[in-house]
């Protein structure tokens, strides 16, 4: 009997271990596929907010705001992104770097 229960237990910590590993992966899954294209269309915004000619302060300011100006739906993962990611976006965006490139350097887009 006492085998049975410790069997009974082992077999649900191994099932519960590959349920995490299962869902780590479809989550990393998700967030390169997805996520890509959400990482344009906040690129994309940030564009447009700073303008053409933009000094390295108002890309910055752009990075910050970005997320505000974003419809309530995606602020959540706008801001996790900014988080996660700003400081690589306002440095790949002050050396030029075109917004489709930004978001494979931080790897939110595969390598085509």
Do not use: W
């Not at 915004?45 to 108002?58: A, M, P, Q, V, Y």
């Amino acid at each position: 009997m006492k085998y049975c229960i410790c069997l009974a237990i082992i077999t649900f910590l191994g099932t519960a271990a590959l349920a995490d590993v299962s869902q780590e992966h479809q989550e990393e899954s998700n967030r390169k596929g997805v996520s890509c294209v959400f990482c344009k269309l906040v690129l994309q915004t940030i564009d447009e907010i700073r303008g053409e000619h933009s000094t390295k302060k108002e890309t910055e300011q752009a990075v910050k705001n970005v997320c505000n100006v974003l419809p309530p739906l995606f602020q959540t993962d706008c801001k996790m992104l900014i988080d996660q990611d700003g400081n690589k976006i306002i440095q790949l965006l002050n050396n030029s770097v075109s917004t489709g490139e930004v978001c494979l350097q931080i790897k939110l887009c595969p390598n085509k």
